[in-house]
Nanobody, 129 residues
């Protein structure tokens, strides 16, 4: 079956950097889109960044200029480079791919709901001094 697995989370001080990655196995998304969502305590998942098969990227306003999403040529690994991290970036980060062609990434989602996306198990990112 389809599996997504995040890696690379951890703890960092404000101003620091982390890179998290998502390995996708079992299939290749019909449209090659991959997204990163994050969930802060008590919140829904919110879209952080996405990348399409043509390399088109989207970034939520809070991370513009600080985060960079990328995908390898085989479309089975997606990464999120996070620089200038802030305490507000503390969250569990999930990667997600659409379950069928044509689904767009909405800004707010119920984390790990299977109705629209396949999800990874999440990786914790903690930014604290």
């Amino acid at each position: 079956g389809v599996q997504l697995e995040e890696s690379g989370g951890g703890s960092v001080q404000p101003g620091g950097s982390l890179k998290i990655s998502c390995t996708i196995s079992g299939f290749t998304s019909g449209d090659g889109n991959v997204a990163w969502y994050r969930q802060a305590p008590g919140n829904m998942c919110h879209l952080v960044a996405s990348i399409g098969i043509d390399g088109t990227t989207y970034y939520a306003d809070p991370v513009k200029g600080r985060f960079t999403i990328s995908q390898n040529n085989a479309k089975n690994t997606a990464s999120l480079q996070m620089n200038s991290l802030e305490t507000e970036d503390t969250a569990v980060y999930y990667c997600a791919v659409p379950v069928r062609w044509g689904l767009i990434f909405r800004y707010s989602e119920e984390c790990r709901s299977p109705s629209r996306y396949y999800w990874g198990q999440g990786t914790q990112v903690t930014v604290s001094s």
